[in-house]
């Protein structure tokens, strides 16, 4: 499809839509959803306790703490471990398939003191300081943000109550986070060990179809161009976005597997549950960024284009984000899937190239990118090499 094609289709979902009473256009707010301990954790018999932070611009982030069905919330035991979700999605993502399946409640088994991390814009996290969810400016963050701000501050919230350096386990979005946020000493200096499922740094080799199609078209600078800074697929546009994707064009899981690759292992009688939860709203501006790292084979900070750098950044290009900084004695563990069309192989050795630290891989030939938090055989397959490394790490005693 030509560009202009494209931008014109997407013109023609939004405006009708969008031009109507601003009130009226969001179905969905982000204060209208329960607290995800007691819709989730909660009914499945497990001690969970909402806590709220604030970052320092101001965000105000939901995270939940999660302990084994036999312990006192209060007398945690085992080392703190923090759970950061991907692109679109929540910390619910972690709870969705049975407890014997989900690596939420799998931790907790384990004595693990579990962490649920929420980023801004999820329907989880309980908006800002002063800014309201309608105004653009909350919507004008991206992953870096994500990055030095909400996980900075999870990881000194955590920190400042159990007095103990903290395991981290992130999906996607939650593992580009994690490789920005890490080769910051301040930010490293609190984290035990990492894993990382369907790593992400590079994007230049992406193979998604709708993915690469959405970027040759330029979707994101179209989305921006028509002023939408908060991208919210509940909302009544995006309902009507993805209805139309769904019906008329491919069916939803065709979708899901044109963006995500070829899961293996998902359980079809969970979907209606998946979507009740996802996706969670993010914002246009880090779609864009996503856009830029694809189309420039980077991993550097937003680019604003040539005059706007040079103000914000004193140099012409925006600055990248340095892997070999990420210490050498952090432990890094790594799971990546052969059908995983967002985490491509080419990317993840660009990015093993420019580390210091030599991570443990597994590799799951059959994975999509969903399969890693939705699989219904991930224990096996994923969250018990996982937890086996992390107690191979010794400091683990009280697990
Ligand atoms: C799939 O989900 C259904 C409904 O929750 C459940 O009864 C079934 O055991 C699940 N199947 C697998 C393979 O986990
Ligand atoms: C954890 O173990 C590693 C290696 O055994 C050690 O270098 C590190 O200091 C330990 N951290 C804590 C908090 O005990």
Same mark, same amino acid.
């Given at each position: 499809?030509?560009?202009?094609?494209?931008?014109?289709?997407?013109?023609?979902?939004?405006?009708?839509?969008?031009?109507?009473?601003?009130?009226?256009?969001?179905?969905?707010?982000?204060?209208?959803?329960?607290?995800?301990?007691?819709?989730?954790?909660?009914?499945?018999?497990?001690?969970?306790?909402?806590?709220?932070?604030?970052?320092?611009?101001?965000?105000?982030?939901?995270?939940?703490?999660?302990?084994?069905?036999?312990?006192?919330?209060?007398?945690?035991?085992?080392?703190?471990?923090?759970?950061?979700?991907?692109?679109?999605?929540?910390?619910?993502?972690?709870?969705?398939?049975?407890?014997?399946?989900?690596?939420?409640?799998?931790?907790?088994?384990?004595?693990?003191?579990?962490?649920?991390?929420?980023?801004?814009?999820?329907?989880?996290?309980?908006?800002?300081?002063?800014?309201?969810?309608?105004?653009?400016?909350?919507?004008?963050?991206?992953?870096?943000?994500?990055?030095?701000?909400?996980?900075?501050?999870?990881?000194?919230?955590?920190?400042?109550?159990?007095?103990?350096?903290?395991?981290?386990?992130?999906?996607?979005?939650?593992?580009?986070?994690?490789?920005?946020?890490?080769?910051?000493?301040?930010?490293?200096?609190?984290?035990?060990?990492?894993?990382? *499922? +369907?790593?992400?740094?590079? #994007? @230049? &080799?992406?193979?998604?179809? %709708?993915?690469?199609?959405?970027?040759?078209?330029? /979707?994101?600078?179209?989305?921006?161009?028509?002023?939408?800074?908060?991208?919210?697929?509940?909302?009544?546009?995006?309902?009507?976005?993805?209805?139309?994707?769904?019906?008329?064009?491919?069916?939803?899981?065709?979708?899901?597997?044109?963006?995500?690759?070829?899961?293996?292992?998902?359980?079809?009688?969970?979907?209606?549950?998946?979507?009740?939860?996802?996706?969670?709203?993010?914002?246009?501006?880090?779609?864009?960024?996503?856009?830029?790292?694809?189309?420039?084979?980077?991993?550097?900070?937003?680019?604003?284009?040539?005059?706007?750098?040079?103000?914000?950044?004193?140099?012409?290009?925006?600055?990248?984000?340095?892997?070999?900084?990420?210490?050498?004695?952090?432990?890094?563990?790594?799971?990546?899937?052969?059908?995983?069309? *967002? +985490?491509?192989?080419?990317? #993840? @050795? &660009?990015?093993?190239?420019? %580390?210091?630290?030599?991570?443990?891989?597994?590799? /799951?030939?059959?994975?999509?990118?969903?399969?890693?938090?939705?699989?219904?055989?991930?224990?096996?397959?994923?969250?018990?090499?996982?937890?086996?490394?992390?107690?191979?790490?010794?400091?683990?005693?009280?697990?």
């Amino acid at each position: 499809m030509t560009r202009p094609l494209m931008a014109l289709i997407f013109l023609l979902y939004f405006f009708p839509l969008y031009s109507g009473d601003d009130s009226s256009y969001r179905s969905v707010a982000l204060s209208d959803y329960k607290s995800l301990c007691s819709q989730l954790v909660q009914p499945a018999g497990y001690p969970c306790a909402e806590h709220t932070i604030e970052t320092k611009d101001g965000f105000l982030l939901g995270l939940q703490r999660v302990s084994s069905r036999d312990e006192d919330l209060e007398k945690q035991k085992g080392p703190p471990i923090l759970l950061l979700h991907g692109l679109f999605m929540g910390g619910d993502g972690w709870f969705l398939n049975s407890a014997r399946q989900s690596l939420g409640f799998i931790l907790a088994d384990n004595g693990f003191d579990v962490w649920i991390g929420n980023v801004r814009g999820t329907r989880w996290s309980h908006g800002h300081t002063s800014l309201s969810e309608d105004e653009k400016e909350f919507w004008t963050w991206s992953w870096e943000e994500l990055a030095l701000y909400d996980l900075a501050e999870m990881l000194n919230y955590i920190n400042s109550l159990t007095n103990r350096k903290i395991y981290v386990v992130g999906h996607s979005q939650g593992t580009i986070m994690s490789f920005a946020a890490l080769t910051q000493p301040d930010i490293a200096n609190k984290v035990e060990a990492a894993a990382l *499922l +369907s790593p992400i740094s590079y #994007l @230049e &080799h992406i193979t998604a179809p %709708l993915v690469r199609l959405m970027v040759d078209t330029h /979707l994101d600078m179209v989305i921006l161009a028509a002023g939408f800074r908060e991208l919210n697929f509940k909302s009544d546009w995006g309902t009507v976005l993805l209805d139309n994707l769904c019906d008329r064009l491919v069916n939803c899981i065709n979708v899901l597997s044109s963006i995500t690759g070829e899961n293996c292992c998902l359980n079809r009688s969970r979907f209606d549950l998946f979507f009740e939860y996802e996706p969670h709203p993010s914002s246009a501006k880090n779609l864009h960024h996503l856009f830029q790292m694809i189309r420039k084979g980077t991993f550097s900070r937003y680019d604003y284009g040539l005059l706007k750098n040079l103000r914000v950044y004193g140099q012409r290009k925006p600055p990248e984000f340095d892997l070999s900084r990420i210490p050498k004695s952090l432990p890094l563990w790594m799971a990546y899937g052969g059908n995983d069309e *967002l +985490s491509d192989w080419t990317d #993840l @050795e &660009h990015t093993i190239k420019e %580390l210091k630290s030599v991570p443990e891989l597994v590799y /799951l030939e059959n994975y999509g990118h969903v399969d890693f938090i939705l699989s219904t055989t991930a224990k096996k397959d994923v969250y018990d090499p996982m937890i086996k490394f992390f107690k191979s790490l010794g400091n683990s005693s009280s697990l």
